[in-house]
T-cell receptor, first 113, second 116 residues
């Protein structure tokens, strides 16, 4: 079955450490997205990519970085510059045209040690 | 500014009762509208979407939503709630026809509890 796989499900970060969250999709979607979810704040867009080798900042990109070297993969790095990284991170994909439903992975929960 | 408002943070209904979750939006042009559902610790699942035409749209799991342009609303309804409907519900809006991207703006969510 086609879908989106996020790994790991739980991740712990030490102070000053960068961590990378994985997102892989086999839906043949061109567009991919990273969201951060905090209680009571809904989903906020971190980065999105419309096509391979191109990506754009979302509303809360500071302290995060991404790459899009392959159509299937859109990893998110949470850098040490992100001072409050504890959150639930969701990856999604869709075709890049307006109105296309976004398909979501099951998320990664990041916590600070 | 573009935004989505879900005024009810938390709603509790009895099993078998009807449900209405509210969603209001502010968007420059006529947007596409979506409702998603999220179970704890999971990703989001699409319930239904509105693009154009009939303002009452049917979705999965017996849900429906009505688009009211004059009120900038897209409320979600279900005639009879089941215990398995307990989850968090998100309204989202995105660019309408011909939009250059598929970026969505999400509301803050409504957490639904179902009493036996």
């Amino acid at each position: 079955d086609g879908g989106i796989t996020q790994s790991p499900k739980y991740l712990f970060r030490k102070e000053g450490q960068n961590v990378t969250l994985s997102c892989e999709q086999n839906l043949n979607h061109d567009a991919m997205y990273w969201y951060r979810q905090d209680p009571g704040q809904g989903l906020r867009l971190i980065y999105y990519s419309q096509i391979v080798n191109d990506f754009q900042k979302g509303d809360i990109a500071e302290g995060y970085s991404v790459s899009r070297e392959k159509k299937e993969s859109f990893p998110l790095t949470v850098t040490s510059a992100q001072k409050n990284p504890t959150a639930f991170y969701l990856c999604a994909s869709s075709m890049p045209y307006s109105g296309q439903p976004q398909h979501f992975g099951d998320g990664t929960r990041l916590s600070i040690l | 500014a573009q935004s989505v408002t879900q005024p009810d943070i938390h709603i509790t209904v009895s099993e078998g009762a009807s449900l209405e979750l509210r969603c209001n939006y502010s968007y420059g042009a006529t947007p596409y509208l979506f409702w998603y559902v999220q179970s704890p610790g999971q990703g989001l699942q699409l319930l239904l979407k509105y693009f154009s035409g009939d303002t009452l749209v049917q979705g999965i799991k017996g849900f429906e939503a009505e688009f009211k342009r004059s009120q900038s609303s897209f409320n979600l309804r279900k005639p009879s709630v089941h215990w398995s409907d307990a989850a968090e519900y998100f309204c989202a809006v995105g660019p309408g026809y011909g939009g250059a991207t598929n970026k969505l703006i999400f509301g803050t969510g409504t957490l639904l509890a179902v009493q036996p």
